[in-house]
């Protein structure tokens, strides 16, 4: 049952008032993560031969790290437009179900909902996330408002300072990657009890997979834990 439709306007107002501060503080802590993940791309895509106005514009319009980087590997590695917007869709796959959960949470008519779709992100959205399965829409655009110039501005850094890649590599790709993800386990094991066996199957299945293949093979092999859990739902 939805019990905001009982609550007061004062309440809700309130409530939305204490989601915007949280949003805005969560944000900054994502934007230093952001914006160190952001020299690293831009450091790596100046190496791979773009000009850097390109890359900071690229930043500032697309907002997609795992897209971004994506783009500018497939490029560099010979695979071409058709396999950079290949790599880049895969990727960005991921924010299909996410759109989706946010929508209901979203306002106004359909420009302004596709404005503030912009905002769902997948730590913003993570960290939004209400006990009933919604998001708070408050929460999730302040944190994503913060982010954005930290990613644009990393960018810029990487793009024309151009860091040591050696302290990139260190703390860009190698360090944020895993920890964002691990926001959002953290997060699903603090909302949903019900799926802490799953999270702790996928643990365990990618412990043991490291063992015999790549750390990327056994994150996606990892994955299995999910598909078991919806074939048990459906059955």
């Not at 996330?129 to 990613?151: C, F, H, N, Y």
Request: charged share 10%; with cysteine.
């Amino acid at each position: 049952m939805n019990t905001a439709a009982h609550e007061s306007p004062e309440i809700l107002e309130a409530t939305r008032r204490l989601h915007w501060r949280q949003g805005l503080v969560t944000g900054l802590g994502l934007g230093v993560g952001a914006f160190a993940l952001a020299v690293s791309f831009g450091v790596a895509a100046v190496a791979q031969g773009w000009p850097a106005w390109l890359v900071v514009l690229m930043s500032a319009i697309v907002f997609a790290g795992g897209a971004q980087f994506a783009i500018v590997l497939a490029f560099g590695g010979g695979g071409g437009v058709i396999g950079a917007v290949s790599a880049a869709t895969l990727i960005n796959l991921r924010f299909v179900p996410l759109a989706i959960n946010a929508a209901r949470s979203l306002r106004g008519g359909l420009w302004r909902r596709s404005l503030e779709s912009q905002a769902v992100l997948d730590a913003s959205w993570a960290t939004a996330r209400l006990p009933d399965g919604t998001v708070s829409r408050e929460k999730m655009i302040a944190a994503t408002l913060v982010q954005w110039p930290a990613w644009v501005g990393g960018t810029a850094i990487g793009a024309y300072l151009s860091p040591s890649p050696a302290l990139v590599r260190q703390w860009g790709l190698d360090t944020l990657f895993p920890a964002m993800f691990l926001i959002f386990v953290l997060d699903i094991w603090r909302v949903s009890p019900r799926q802490r066996p799953v999270i702790l199957l996928a643990a365990g299945i990618a412990g043991v997979m490291c063992w015999f293949v790549p750390p990327g093979v056994a994150l996606l092999c990892s994955g299995v834990a999910g598909f078991l859990a919806l074939r048990r739902q459906e059955g």
